[in-house]
């Protein structure tokens, strides 16, 4: 493949002039209009610390903040990503009552806004659920390399139900957005498919899983790789129900220090570097697809 | 003498109900599951002094100490639920946590909804104002006037009390802190209205910008809050109060998380 050679042009210095020309007068308007006295040494300290006690550079409040974020990130989309498959084969259901429940689930969920569906799951469903699961009790149970190993996975056994509720509308919110995704790719593989693996003498069930769903999802993967990415951006908003993740920690953190604007900066920086990482690969997919097409 | 056997039957009947009433009650009472738990929930919420992280990731505060202090006296562990403040009351009355100690008052609404202690502690509702916006401002009548804006935390009693002093002003409301101590450092408001005391500390902290004005908007009982039906732990509270205030331990606490800037090293 041989590359384009890029020619800057005049209207390219232009642009880059004006974008620099309007962060220097922001930096300037913070510095003169704003009042604000930076104070970035002491960011680095909230994310890690050197404990006196044991000898060790350990994560401080921001880290931990992240790492929820990651939890709840990695275990909303494992969880999404299940529901969203099985309510979009439900979607696209010949059965009707599948497809009712399905379409019931999406229209409730997409038409509603998150903050209101975590209030209700949070107080109304999860205070249902969650006790009767005897969640608690049967942590509080097991050994203690088990609660380690929990409270590496999840969270401290004492947050474990807050964590679960919000994993759980999270998985339910955004599965929503996912079982549209999954349905578009299961009805966008042509009849013929369906035809010529109903001839071969396959079950609907195997023609899902060897046939449909396999291509399917080959086609989805690039928005589904997006709708993923914006579930790590929307876990923020279970900070509301007081998630110890990145943005609660970082509002805690601005409560008591003030340190307003360089914590929000980091905040920001440290959501990019999960966020740019999982876009890059979605790009690499798109690039690879596109390549195996052609 | 049938009818003699049937009637001593309903007496005994509704005497040993009565007894069993009583004992499900005291089961059912927080103190009995925190003791059965061996751990005492607190719901909590970020409030300079009163509840905050340090810098190596604990809790600390003068809510903190008062929960620790309980939780040990009763010979429980102590766990803390940071909670945003709108969110406390609705989190214990879906059982989240058992009990709020965040610097609450009981005000007659919130009484409704649940119960609260004696006050433990009183605190002052106070302005720290932004020098240059309100500059020539000496008391707190001169804030009552229309192109006045005031910020409180979304919430707090410090909403009521500004509506009732400076029904005038132009009130703001911010669900943080943060924002809002630098929207007043910004200029874009004159006063922020907050309870006792951090309007203070943040006019020492940011002594070129801000000015405490020391005068009063009120004055507020704090208590801790409990859910409904649960006579036995009010009343554990209640006693447990006045015995910490006539051992000098609350007296002690306030002097050192109000009167004293100590602590200051603590969180930066």
């Not at chain 1, 930076?38 to 044991?54: G, M």
């Not at chain 1, 914590?263 to 979605?282: E, G, K």
């Not at chain 2, 208590?223 to 331990?249: E, H």
Request: aromatic share 12%; hydrophobic share 50%; with cysteine.
């Amino acid at each position: 493949m041989v590359k384009k050679k890029y020619h800057i042009k005049f209207s390219d210095i232009l642009i880059f002039i004006l974008v620099i020309a309007t962060i220097s007068y922001c930096i300037y308007r913070i510095n003169v209009g704003l009042n604000y006295k930076w104070a970035w040494h002491k960011i680095p300290q909230f994310l890690f610390r050197y404990d006196a006690e044991s000898g060790k550079w350990v994560s401080n409040i921001l880290m931990y903040g992240l790492y929820n974020t990651l939890r709840l990130s990695v275990w909303g989309i494992l969880l999404a990503g299940v529901f969203g498959t099985i309510m979009g084969i439900c979607r696209s259901s010949k059965i009707l009552f599948f497809r009712l429940i399905s379409g019931a689930y999406v229209e409730s969920m997409r038409n509603l806004p998150p903050l209101i569906i975590i209030y209700i799951i949070y107080f109304f469903i999860g205070d249902q659920v969650m006790p009767g699961l005897g969640l608690d009790s049967f942590i509080e149970a097991r050994s203690e390399t088990t609660q380690n190993f929990i409270s590496f996975c999840f969270a401290k056994p004492e947050y474990l139900t807050a964590f679960f509720s919000a994993l759980m509308t999270m998985a339910i919110f955004e599965g929503a957005y996912i079982t549209e995704i999954v349905r578009a790719g299961i009805q966008s593989i042509r009849r013929g498919q369906w035809e010529a693996s109903y001839a071969l003498g396959l079950s609907w069930w195997q023609q899902m899983r060897h046939i449909i769903l396999p291509q399917a999802y080959q086609r989805i993967l690039p928005p589904l790789a997006g709708q993923f990415i914006s579930l790590i951006k929307d876990s923020s908003i279970v900070s509301v129900i007081s998630i110890q993740e990145l943005t609660f920690q970082g509002t805690e953190l601005m409560t008591s220090t003030f340190l307003t604007m360089e914590i929000w900066i980091t905040v920001t920086v440290l959501y990019l570097m999960l966020t740019l990482p999982c876009s890059l690969v979605v790009q690499r997919i798109e690039i690879y697809f596109a390549k195996s097409k052609g | 003498m049938n009818i003699i056997v049937l009637i001593m039957i309903f007496c005994f009947a509704g005497a040993v109900f009565a007894v069993d009433v009583q004992k499900e009650l005291r089961k059912a009472s927080t103190i009995e599951k925190v003791i059965r738990n061996g751990k005492l929930r607190v719901g909590i919420s970020t409030f300079v002094p009163w509840a905050m992280q340090s810098k190596t990731g604990e809790w600390i505060g003068f809510e903190i100490d008062m929960a620790k202090k309980l939780a040990q006296d009763m010979g429980v562990k102590v766990e803390f639920i940071p909670t945003k403040w709108e969110g406390l009351i609705p989190s214990l009355l879906t059982g989240k946590f058992d009990l709020i100690i965040a610097g609450m008052m009981g005000t007659p609404q919130r009484a409704l909804k649940i119960n609260f202690t004696a006050p433990y502690d009183f605190s002052e509702m106070n302005m720290v104002v932004n020098k240059k916006v309100a500059a020539g401002f000496k008391t707190v009548a001169d804030f009552n006037k229309a192109g006045v804006t005031v910020l409180a935390r979304n919430g707090t009693t410090a909403v009521p009390a500004t509506k009732r002093v400076l029904p005038k002003a132009k009130l703001l409301l911010f669900s943080e802190n943060g924002p809002m101590v630098q929207e007043l450092l910004n200029g874009k408001a004159h006063a922020i209205v907050s309870s006792s005391p951090e309007p203070a500390q943040l006019a020492i902290k940011f002594s070129d910008t801000l000015f405490f004005l020391d005068e009063s908007l009120g004055k507020e009982p704090i208590s801790m809050g409990v859910r409904k039906g649960d006579p036995d732990t009010l009343a554990y509270l209640n006693n447990w109060i006045v015995v910490v205030k006539n051992q000098g331990f609350i007296q002690e606490k306030v002097n050192y998380w109000w009167k004293s800037m100590k602590w200051r090293s603590l969180i930066e």
